[in-house]
């Protein structure tokens, strides 16, 4: 069983000063250019399908869909 270490507040603060709709290159982009983020937030930020995200809670979703895929049970999951 993976374990995710990043959380919630990590990934939130990946997500401030998005503007919709946003890419997955731009969201990888945007949260490795803040700094001082977890890597883990980094590195599921990009395993994210590659489409535009309308708003936040569409990028919540993937991320938990990245965990989901990679064996993250729903109790261990941080969004």
Known sequence: ?????ATKSDFEAAF?????PISR???V?????K?????????VLGLLPERRYR???EIKAA???????Q???EEALPL
């Open 1 to 5: 069983m993976v374990k995710p270490h």
């Open 16 to 20: 401030k000063g998005f503007h919709y």
């Open 25 to 27: 290159a731009a969201i």
């Open 29 to 33: 982009t945007m949260g490795r250019d």
């Open 35 to 43: 700094g001082g983020l977890d890597r883990e937030v980094g590195y």
């Open 55 to 57: 708003n936040v809670d």
């Open 63 to 69: 991320v938990r869909d990245v965990y989901r895929a």
């Open 71 to 73: 064996g993250v049970p």
